[in-house]
């Protein structure tokens, strides 16, 4: 377990993040400034967690919350830059905004959030980490722009990788389809969930441990590792997957037309 760490956790207040916040307030030694829009879950930690509401999606209010880390906190030793969200849709209509919106959330705050804490280390030691999504990897039916969003991500990783100071470790999350409120923020109607779905529980121990040993990447479903080596050998197979899906999304847009 991560000890004597001070740590800002975004999106913090369910699903995975809340998990995650979990784990490492268990560890007393621990410090962690956890962020959210909703705090209602994170106000029930002990003295160890710093609650702060914010929407991550603007500079001015990651310079906010960064400024009030280090004012509680006196030091960030890591910044997991977990929050985001999804849409479950048919990209069919013309909404600047809404696009804007989402990538501000999933794109542009870790992107930012990188750039602050690099900028506060001064070459000094730390730990960077962002959930992505297996998603970033291979895009789902329903979930264009959400797929958009994390492959825009996992390219900013990459990048990051090639040209990143050697002071700062990269750790990143590639959950599939998880048990948590994602599903309704996606859509307030409900739907067919993607195959498999797995446990946040699940997801937070194996990132948790990913970020103690500083891994650079965790992938918690062996089923999604095994599906992307069988993809690239058998490409029919994953076309197989994505007819799958794809009929849960039309047979979504059938219930909605009704």
């Known amino acids: 377990m991560l000890k004597n760490q001070s740590i800002v956790l975004t999106g913090a207040n369910s699903g995975i993040g809340l998990e995650v916040l979990k784990l490492l307030a268990s560890e007393k030694s621990n410090k962690i400034f956890a962020v959210d829009l909703h705090l209602d879950k994170i106000n029930e930690f002990s003295e160890n967690v710093f609650s702060y ?14 400024d009030a880390a280090l004012e509680a906190m006196g030091d960030i030793t890591l910044f997991y830059a977990n929050a985001g969200y999804p849409y479950y849709e048919v990209l069919n209509y013309v909404d600047w905004e809404r696009t804007k919106r989402i990538f501000e959330t999933n794109v542009f705050s870790p992107i930012y959030s990188y750039e602050k804490y690099q900028t506060y280390l001064n070459g000094r030691e730390g730990h960077f980490a962002i959930t992505i999504s297996a998603i970033g990897k291979m895009a789902m039916p329903g979930f264009t722009l959400y797929s958009a969003t994390k492959f825009a991500t996992q390219g900013f990783q990459q990048g990051l990788r090639l040209e990143m100071p050697k002071n700062i470790k990269l750790t990143c999350l590639y959950p599939i ?5 994602f599903f309704k923020a996606a859509n307030k109607e409900k739907f067919e969930r993607p195959f498999p779905v797995q446990s946040p529980v699940v997801v937070a121990k194996k ?6 040993k500083g891994k650079k990447s965790v992938s918690p479903s062996r089923f999604f590792s095994f599906g992307m080596v069988l993809f690239a050998v058998l490409p029919f197979i994953r076309t197989i997957y994505w007819n799958m899906e794809n009929a849960k999304l039309k047979r979504f847009l059938a219930k909605q037309a009704k």
Request: hydrophobic share 35%.
């Open 207 to 212: 990132m948790v441990k990913g970020l103690e």
């Open 53 to 66: 509401q914010c929407d991550v999606s603007s500079n001015e209010n990651i310079n906010a919350f960064f």
């Open 177 to 181: 389809a998880t048990d948590t409120n």
